[in-house]
C-alpha cells in the first residue's frame, strides 16, 4: 500500500467487495502485536463496510466524510467494486470544481 500511495485496498471474491483493509486496520492489528507478514487480510479488514454509487454526488460525499470517522469511500455498481475514493479525491473534486 506504501509503495503504491493507497490508504486502503479493496478485499474482493472476484468483484464482490468482501472488505476494506485501511492504514488504521493494519496500524491497529501491529498495535495488538500482529506480525504483517503473517497475519490474514481477512482478520485486520472492515468488513460489509459502506458502499457509495458511481453517481453519489461529491458534495454529499464530503459530508458524509466529515460526519464519519472513514477516510475511504468504496464505488460498488451491481455488487462490482469499481474503485475507492479517498478523502483526498473528494477535496481535489471539490477545488477543481470551485
Avoid: C, Q
Amino acid at each position: 500500500m506504501a509503495g503504491r500511495g493507497h490508504g486502503s485496498l479493496g478485499v474482493v471474491a472476484g468483484r464482490s467487495l468482501l472488505g476494506l483493509v485501511t492504514e488504521r486496520d493494519l496500524i491497529g492489528a501491529v498495535g495488538k502485536g500482529a506480525d504483517v507478514d503473517e497475519v490474514k487480510v481477512s482478520a485486520v479488514m472492515s468488513r460489509d463496510p459502506d458502499v457509495f454509487s458511481p453517481d453519489f454526488d461529491v458534495r454529499e460525499a464530503a459530508e458524509w466524510l466529515a460526519e464519519s470517522s472513514y477516510r475511504h469511500l468504496p464505488v460498488v455498481e451491481n455488487d462490482d467494486l469499481l474503485g475507492i475514493v479517498s478523502v483526498r479525491d473528494i477535496l481535489i473534486a471539490l477545488v477543481e470544481s470551485s
